[in-house]
Nanobody
Framework: QVQLVESGGGLVQPGGSLRLSCAAS????????MGWYRQAPGKQRELVAT???????NYADSVKGRFTISRDNAKNTVYLQMNSLKPEDTAVYYC?????????????WGQGTQVTVSS
């Protein structure tokens, strides 16, 4: 019912910047919050940042001050601006959408986009 398409990943040098985008389609009015997760090889998937339908944001301690999550309602798109990138930021980044309709809660995931930070 909700489809997420991610883009913007790539190779960047330490200290560089990337902006990830996540375009939502389908039952977009059912989305209560969206977030970005990441998973490095051999590690568990971890939450990076979230944004609610009201605009409230939250960040993992490891990215505070460097990453910014935002939204463009006209384009039904959520962004993750990543600055001052570090090698430890290397991971597959996934977009997530939370949908709560009456008593039904669902999570939707994008396909993931690779971010590699290396010199």
């Amino acid at each position: 019912q909700v489809q997420l398409v991610e883009s913007g990943g790539g190779l960047v040098q330490p200290g560089g910047s990337l902006r990830l985008s996540c375009a939502a389609s389908g039952s977009i009015f059912s989305i209560n919050a969206m977030g970005w997760y990441r998973q490095a090889p051999g590690k568990q998937r971890e939450l990076v940042a979230t944004i609610t339908s009201g605009g409230s944001t939250n960040y993992a301690d490891s990215v505070k001050g460097r990453f910014t999550i935002s939204r463009d309602n006209a384009k039904n798109t959520v962004y993750l601006q990543m600055n001052s990138l570090k090698p430890e930021d290397t991971a597959v980044y996934y977009c997530n959408a939370l949908s709560i309709v009456v008593v039904t809660t669902r999570h939707y995931w994008g396909q993931g986009t690779q971010v590699t930070v290396s010199s």
